[in-house]
Structure formats: structure tokens, C-alpha cells
């Protein structure tokens, strides 16, 4: 398929890189793509930023058949522009379609689509420290029906907004709260997909620890309520007797790309890490007995957020004096600078924007 280039008649001012936020100002221009059970995925196009116009019976608004992806694109210091990993962004991608009904989608094709979106919006890439181009790939149902079924018909969409910090701590340890009362997934569900109910389902506890002073919430298995599972926004790793524990992936979490990231590099450094349940028990008695040595989050947004404090019940837990872990911050940076290009990629993680 050809992509068809429509450019806007009036750019936008450029935000001020110093002061961005996450997820509040968009670039000039989208991609979108259609599907019919008749033609497939057809007419892509890259058009000027703007509303898309629905029916009221538009059925992603009655039954919430949404998926989408988040990636980035950074600015190095000799200007070129960088990837992460994108490849396994859009196969995660085709993996929340299946789950979801939608049509699965070339992604090499959608991965040369982004390419050439960003070189129309390479303008957009932030060049401040810590800053980058936030990517937010999305597929909706389009069928006009109201009725309990998937939709014969998709919109598949990519728009780009200039961000910093995801947390408004930045890279300073962030305090979370465990809840036991409220469930986001269990295995057989929709925890392991990138779906809009997955995190609608998290947003009555997420309120209820901003009100308490607590920037995220620890979710628990939704079976038992006694296993970690993860944050609203990030994979969870505890560092526990000098072995990196992370929640095994168990159909109800998500497959973190950042999370593996994580998994493999301290493989190459020879540092152990365990996949497995680990209960919240087991994490305040290893805080008790002076083996709980750290605790961070993985994610896009974040890519590391290391963790000060975790709410349990009436208990606090404090990690660190609330300083910044020595692994939190080992992966922050070696992440980063091969994101940024100020470092070595031996595993070809990046792909430059030619």
C-alpha cells in the first residue's frame, strides 16, 4: 500500500522543552488506516492533526473494543533520532488485537508508516534532557451498531506528543499503595492486554491513593489477593538478599518491553533474576529482616521509577532513606543511554531514523 501524505497549512508553535509534560500537546500530523471486512486494512494516509467524527452508536463507545501501544522516539546529541525496540512494540500490538477480535495488521508496514510520520514531525522531537516524542499507536471499532459483537470495521491511528517526565517526581523515588480491596484483572481476562478497560479498571483505586499522598497503586493477584502483580503503569522488581525478583508473567500482567529490557541486561551482567509469584507478605518480611534492598518500576513512560515507600494495610515501608537504588539507577541509565545514543547498542535495540 502506498501511504498518501496530506500536509497541514498551518504548523503549530513548538512547546517549550524545558517545561513539557506527558500527553498534553500533539504534533501537526496523524496517520490513520481503515479496515472493512471487504478491503482489509486500506487507504493509508498521514493527515493533519484533527477530531475524528463517530455516530453516537459508534460501538468502541458502547463496548469498548479499543487497543493501543506506547513507544518513543529520542533526539541524540548529533541530532539523529532513535527508536527502542518498535518492532516489539507493534507485535505486542497484533497480540491485543487477537485478544480483542480486531483484524490482525502487517507490521512492517505499520512500523514504515511510523517512520514516515516522524520524518514529516521530526521537528517535534524534543531535544531537552530527558524529553522525547511519546508514540501512541491505536485500533477502534468504527461499526455504527449497537449490539454485542466485534465491529466489521476499524480505524487504526498513530499521533506523537512531546513529553518529559511521566511522573512529576521524576526520577526520584515514588511512593505506591497495595491495595487488597479492588481488582484490575485475573488470569483468562484482559490483564495481559493493552485495552482501554484494562485501565478504566484502575482508576477508582488509583483515585483513592492520589487522595492518600500516593502516586501509583501495587496491584494484587485477583484470585487470592495476596500475590504482586503490577503498578497501574509499570512492571514491579524487587531486590531482595541481592537477587532481582520480578512477578512472573501469568496472563493477568503485562508483557513490559522495558520489563524485558530489564530481565536481559541483568542476564548479561550476571546479576541473578527470579520470574515467580512473590507474595506481599513475602515482600514486607524481606523488608523486616533487612533483605528488601530496593524496589523500581519499568515502563515506556517512566522507563525506570525507583520506589521510596510502599503503603501495605496500616503499614509504610520505607526503602532507601529515600534515595535513589544503586540497580534502579544502574538500569535508568544504561537504558537511557542507549536511547539517547550515549552509549553502545550491542543487541541492536535502537533503529535510527533515516
Known amino acids: 500500500m502506498e501511504i498518501s501524505i496530506s500536509k497541514s497549512e498551518f504548523l503549530k508553535a513548538l512547546p517549550d522543552g524545558g517545561g513539557l509534560t506527558f500527553g498534553t500537546v500533539f504534533t501537526d500530523h496523524m496517520f490513520n488506516l481503515d479496515y472493512s471486512r471487504e478491503k482489509g486494512w486500506h487507504n493509508p494516509r498521514i493527515e493533519p492533526y484533527g477530531p475524528i467524527t463517530m455516530d453516537p452508536a459508534t460501538m468502541v463507545l458502547h463496548y469498548g473494543q479499543s487497543i493501543f501501544e506506547g513507544l518513543k522516539a529520542f533526539k541524540a546529541g548529533n541530532g539523529d533520532i532513535r527508536l527502542f525496540r518498535p518492532e516489539e512494540n507493534f507485535r505486542r500490538f497484533n497480540r491485543s488485537a487477537y485478544k480483542l477480535c480486531i483484524p490482525q495488521f502487517d507490521e512492517a508496514f505499520a512500523l514504515k508508516a511510523l ?41 487504526f491511528f498513530i499521533i506523537l506528543s512531546p513529553v518529559g517526565a511521566y511522573y512529576k517526581e521524576g526520577f526520584n523515588p515514588v511512593k505506591i499503595w497495595v491495595t487488597d480491596k479492588y481488582v484490575r484483572a485475573v488470569p483468562g481476562g484482559m490483564g495481559d492486554v493493552k485495552t482501554a478497560g484494562n485501565y478504566a479498571a484502575s482508576l477508582f483505586a488509583s483515585e483513592d491513593a492520589h487522595n492518600q499522598g500516593y502516586t501509583q497503586v501495587l496491584w494484587l493477584d485477583g484470585v487470592e489477593r495476596r500475590y504482586v502483580e503490577e503498578v497501574g503503569s509499570m512492571n514491579i522488581f524487587f531486590v531482595i538478599d541481592d537477587e ?12 513490559g518491553i522495558t520489563r524485558d529490557t530489564v530481565i536481559r541486561l541483568a542476564a548479561k551482567w550476571g546479576k541473578p533474576v527470579s520470574e515467580r509469584r512473590i507474595s506481599i507478605d513475602e515482600v514486607v518480611a524481606a523488608h523486616d529482616s533487612g533483605k528488601l534492598q530496593e524496589c ?3 515502563g515506556t513512560a517512566a522507563v525506570i521509577s525507583p520506589v521510596g515507600m510502599i503503603r501495605y494495610k496500616d503499614r509504610e515501608i520505607k526503602l532507601g ?17 542507549i536511547q539517547y545514543g550515549r552509549a553502545e547498542d550491542p543487541d541492536g535495540w535502537t533503529m535510527l531514523l533515516s
Open 321 to 337: 532513606n529515600g534515595e535513589v537504588g544503586p540497580w534502579a539507577r544502574k538500569f535508568f541509565d544504561t537504558i537511557t543511554d
Open 244 to 255: 532481582i525478583v520480578t512477578p512472573a508473567l501469568s496472563g493477568s500482567i503485562l508483557a
Open 296 to 298: 523500581f518500576g519499568s
Open 115 to 155: 517512520k514516515e510520520l516522524l520524518r514529516l514531525e521530526k521537528r517535534w522531537v524534543p531535544s531537552a534532557p530527558g524529553t522525547s516524542l511519546y508514540i501512541r499507536p491505536t485500533i477502534i471499532a468504527t461499526d455504527p451498531f449497537v449490539g454485542v459483537r466485534a465491529s466489521y470495521t476499524y480505524r
